[in-house]
């Protein structure tokens, strides 16, 4: 073979492995990241409801109603008219300082058919690549007054949020933990902002890029995160939720 078919040759078979490795990457990366996370958060999920007895959803055990200022109450009885700081009786007290990259809580978004577990911290290696959805460190937590903030892939790895942006106002957000099952309403959507907005798992969530999204008053709210366009991280789409009903597991 000449000295110029065996160059060209040579450039074909670089050119095809070359493909097939990119092909291998692709593959890895978007269905291989995903069968090993999903199946690391079935599995995790299973065990937490071992650990509690029972899944939460499957009682039925009636959920208390929060009155307007956040407050759960008994069952057709008058919303309370203290102030959230008023009642701490009546606040959920879950495990105040969960160990960082341990599932403690479940997360489940039914119009979506999500459930992954909840762990503390939104380190890619410990939390988030696993397929399980982080808790943003120094917000509340479930039921607590504040802003219970939390992060999820929206691609692979799991991508338990790959369909966030379908979420819809009133659509349920349920957080079980060991001694609860908290039902947040979805209330608000951020289709876009800042990836450093802070602003958005603030105590009182309010975008600090666009501060027209958001609130102005105290509550509980849940805030879910994750990364826009698809396939990107270039920004952030929010969404955020107020707590409506709490029952004991």
Not at 54 to 62: L, Q, S, T
Not at 104 to 123: D, F, K
Not at 149 to 155: I, Q, T, V
Not at 221 to 242: A, D, K, N, Q
Request: aromatic content about 8%; charged content about 25%.
């Amino acid at each position: 073979m000449r000295p110029l078919g065996r160059a060209l040759w040579s450039g074909a078979e670089a050119v095809v492995t070359l493909g097939l490795v990119l092909l291998l990457l692709v593959a890895h990366q978007l269905w291989w990241t995903n069968r090993e996370a999903r199946h690391e958060a079935r599995q995790t999920v299973r065990t937490l409801e071992r650990e509690w007895g029972g899944r939460g959803e499957g009682k039925r055990a009636e959920a208390a109603p929060v009155g307007a200022d956040g407050l759960t109450v008994t069952p057709h009885a008058p919303a309370p008219s203290a102030a959230p700081s008023a009642g701490p009786a009546r606040e959920s007290r879950p495990d105040p300082d969960p160990r960082p990259d341990l599932a403690y809580a479940v997360l489940r978004l039914p119009s979506l058919g999500v459930t992954a577990p909840v762990a503390e911290g939104i380190s890619k290696h410990g939390v988030l690549d696993k397929g399980f959805v982080g808790h943003y460190a120094g917000t509340a937590q479930p039921g607590q007054a504040g802003n219970f903030a939390l992060a999820g892939h929206r691609n692979t790895h799991g991508e338990p949020f790959r369909h966030l942006d379908r979420l819809r106002a009133g659509d349920r957000i349920v957080v079980e933990t060991r001694d609860a099952v908290f039902t947040y309403l979805v209330d608000k959507t951020l289709p876009e902002t800042s990836a450093r907005d802070g602003g958005v798992i603030a105590p009182v969530p309010r975008s600090a890029v666009r501060t027209t999204y958001g609130y102005g008053e105290r509550g509980y709210y849940v805030t879910l995160t994750t990364c826009t366009p698809e396939f990107t991280s270039r920004y952030r789409l929010v969404v955020w939720g107020r707590l409506d009903s709490m029952r004991p597991r």
